[in-house]
């Protein structure tokens, strides 16, 4: 027996064999078939019904004889049922998100969170919970964050998820401290952010730091000076409500990105000309001892340019780098 080439259709190697059989001697019995499968007469005739089943053989009637359908009239008719039955899954598992809360229901059946709250320990934990709650997001996300800066590694971990959460229709609202915005790779960021839909207020000074997704869940620190500390998450609707609240007259009092920071600075006045020509450099040129000759400096000074580069656009990689300054029209 050869190989199963239309097990992608769901037809077996056996009943392949028996098909191409009909093909090469049509209008014969099914007689003896089951030495042709070195089986079982009843394997045999299990085959054959199955392919009468699929409309691949069809019987004479009258008599024993049986013709094999077309085989073009054969794939085509096995394509549409394959597809309908791998609509049939798609749907179903598009469907399957109630397993979600069963899954989560297991997750907390020991040690039920007390009144409402959970407390997470360590940043790894921390960081997972919020790339959790916030990749299951559907309306609305608040955050208050009194960061100074952001390191590329946080730039390249947050924006594929701010991304996708604006890509859906999810409101972001976002209150950072006016010292972000001195960092080029931070403002540059906010700015991006704010071109896809955000809408980011700025603030004097804030000590508060906190995140609330979907008026459900409420994420504080334990200690807002030291997050390593560990977090508390509350999914009680009077505990979500206070801190809603505290977001709402922080969100009041700050002065909208635009209005805090001057429009978003032009090309030329994000790069020095040094700058702008290592970025094309970079860009075109593939080993640093070409880029470096291209513009006159020594390779470890080609090089520092380049990782400057990459902190100011919050990239993580070369390729990101350039990707990214493509999108600003830096290049």
Not at 67 to 74: G, L, Q
Not at 220 to 231: E, I, Q
């Given at each position: 027996m050869g190989d199963n080439e239309m097990s992608v259709y769901g037809v077996s190697a056996a009943e392949e064999e028996i098909y191409r059989h009909f093909l090469r001697n049509p209008g014969t019995t099914t007689d003896d078939l089951h030495l042709l499968l070195h089986t079982t007469p009843q394997a045999a005739r299990a085959c054959v019904e199955r392919l009468q089943e699929l409309k691949l053989l069809h019987p004479e009637e009258p008599g024993p004889r049986v013709?094999?359908?077309?085989?073009?009239?054969?794939v085509a008719r096995l394509i549409d049922r394959r597809l309908h039955a791998l609509h049939q899954e798609f749907q179903r598992v598009t469907r399957s998100r109630h397993v979600i809360d069963g899954l989560r229901a297991e997750q907390y059946t020991r040690k039920a969170p007390p009144l409402g709250i959970e407390q997470l320990e360590g940043l790894a934990q921390i960081r997972n919970r919020i790339d959790d709650l916030a990749f299951f997001a559907r309306d609305e996300i608040l955050s208050v964050e009194p960061y100074t800066q952001l390191s590329p590694e946080n730039i390249a971990r947050s924006r594929p998820l701010?991304?996708?959460c604006l890509r859906r229709g999810v409101r972001i609202r976002n209150v950072v401290v006016r010292d972000a915005l001195r960092d080029r790779p931070t403002a540059a960021y906010l700015r991006e952010l704010a071109e896809h839909g955000a809408m980011i207020r700025v603030t004097e000074h804030s000590a508060e730091r906190l995140l609330v997704y979907d008026r459900k869940a409420a994420l504080?620190?334990?200690?807002?000076?030291?997050?390593?500390?560990?977090?508390l998450l509350a999914h009680r609707g009077g505990l979500v409500s206070n801190i809603i609240a505290l977001f709402e007259k922080i969100w009041d009092q700050a002065a909208d990105l635009d209005r805090a920071d001057g429009p978003a600075p032009a090309p030329d006045d994000c790069l020095s000309e040094t700058e702008r020509r290592v970025l094309v450099s970079m860009c075109s040129v593939g080993k640093d001892e070409a880029g470096a000759r291209e513009l006159g400096v020594s390779v470890r000074t080609y090089r520092r340019h380049v990782a400057d580069l990459m902190q100011t656009l919050g990239a993580a990689s070369r390729a990101h780098a350039a990707l990214l300054a493509r999108e600003r029209g830096w290049i």
């Open positions: 013709h094999p359908t077309d085989p073009e009239t054969a701010d991304l996708r504080v620190p334990l200690d807002p000076r030291d997050t390593s500390r560990g977090a």
